[in-house]
Antibody, heavy 119, light 108 residues
Framework: EVQLVESGGGLVQPGGSLRLPCAAS????????MSWVRQAPGKGLEWVAN????????YYVDSVKGRFTISRDNAKNSLYLQMNSLRAEDTAVYYC????????????WGQGTLVTVSS | SYVLTQPPSVSVAPGKTARVTCGGN??????VHWYQQKPGQAPVLVIY???DRPSGIPERFSGSNSGNTATLTISRVEAGDEADYYC???????????FGGGTKLTVL
């Protein structure tokens, strides 16, 4: 069974940093693109970033470029999102998702972790 | 950047057919994916590459893509289909993924 479990969310002050891990199991992690997608309270889905199988290709939404970094450790079956210089508008539930290709955000999703940026 | 436009809401009676549209400039040239999200839950992929259905998704769900509009069609709508639906494409000109604003499907 495919499982994706995000963690690391919480309350952080504006300008602060947070690292979100996503633990994957039930599939060959190193064979898939992976994505981060977020959803602000009461709002729609917003893609944040994705990464290819070996980490050599990474793409980001304009609003997080230079602040967020997506990475993966295939030996640990883990995906990460390093978030720096956080802003109030980054407040959202962050989902990690397994992506069959660069073109799709995900065929399996975790349950999400809430990040709240507030003073 | 590429924009996908969805109607905020669609209402349909049980047993009828619901159509959720997703508009975008020459969207027929892109692969469209559709997600269902129920309150408090993670999204679920219901249609990928315009019209393919993942395993476990009922045949009542279908998709099409033509001209400037992609459409998610749900036949014989059930109460359990009530959810938010999002379309998504990859914009190769900006190398970014784009979601539509979402459509709330209400089963009357």
């Amino acid at each position: 069974e495919v499982q994706l479990v995000e963690s690391g969310g919480g309350l952080v002050q504006p300008g602060g940093s947070l690292r979100l891990p996503c633990a994957a199991s039930g599939f060959t992690f190193s064979s898939y693109w992976m994505s981060w997608v977020r959803q602000a309270p009461g709002k729609g889905l917003e893609w944040v970033a994705n990464i290819n199988q070996d980490g050599s290709e990474k793409y980001y939404v304009d609003s997080v470029k230079g602040r967020f970094t997506i990475s993966r450790d295939n030996a640990k079956n883990s995906l990460y999102l390093q978030m720096n210089s956080l802003r109030a508008e980054d407040t959202a539930v962050y989902y990690c998702a397994r992506a069959p290709s660069k073109l799709t955000s995900g065929d399996y999703w975790g349950q999400g972790t809430l990040v709240t940026v507030s003073s | 950047s590429y924009v996908l436009t969805q109607p905020p809401s669609v209402s349909v009676a049980p047993g009828k057919t619901a159509r959720v549209t997703c508009g975008g400039n020459n969207i027929r040239g892109k692969s469209v994916h559709w997600y269902q999200q129920k309150p408090g839950q993670a999204p679920v992929l219901v249609i990928y590459y315009d019209s393919d259905r993942p395993s476990g998704i009922p045949e009542r769900f279908s998709g099409s893509n033509s001209g400037n509009t992609a459409t998610l069609t749900i036949s014989r709508v059930e109460a359990g289909d009530e959810a938010d639906y999002y379309c998504q494409v990859w914009d190769s000109s900006s190398d970014q993924m784009v979601f539509g604003g979402g459509t709330k499907l209400t089963v009357l």
